[in-house]
């Protein structure tokens, strides 16, 4: 009886520790892989568009002028994607800030909402170069 006690703690303490060796692995390779979609793509102006029709448009419009169907029930209004002098001001890193952590996080808008749990950094880097596009325009360095 108490050697198949010994057996058994034997056997489940050999168990946990390849859990826990597989565990280890396997989150190290789900981080090498994050750090190297990070470091790799940074997205595409057509995932962008598709993503700011589907989720943008109802605030900032189909054109992306700030006159979305939303736009007249809000205070502030929503942003002009459209004004380059405007959008030219803001840096990229603003811009993901901006869409990641909502307006809250840059003193703007509180109605817009934090996309960093809806959306992928590569999503988000999408997001910015779609809005690069919408004004033609390129932020500060």
């Known amino acids: 009886m108490q050697k198949d006690i010994k057996h058994h703690n034997k056997l489940f303490i050999i168990m946990v520790i390849l859990i826990m060796a597989v565990l280890c692995f396997a989150f190290i390779a789900i981080a090498a892989d994050a750090k190297e979609k990070k470091a790799g793509s940074k997205g595409s102006v057509a995932e962008g568009e598709k993503l700011y029709k589907h989720y943008c448009t109802p605030c900032h419009g189909e054109k992306g002028d700030g006159k979305g169907f939303n736009a007249d029930t809000l205070d502030p209004k929503p942003a002009n994607h459209t004004d380059a002098v405007e959008m030219s001001k803001r840096t990229d890193e603003k811009l993901f800030d ?3 952590g ?8 509180t109605y817009m909402p934090p996309w960093g749990y ?3 950094e590569t999503q988000i880097d999408s997001l910015v170069l779609y809005l690069r596009r ?3 325009c390129k932020g500060p360095k």
């Open 134 to 136: 919408l004004c033609n």
């Open 98 to 100: 901006t869409i990641y």
């Open 118 to 120: 809806t959306f992928t």
């Open 102 to 109: 909502g307006g809250r996080e840059v003193a703007k808008s």
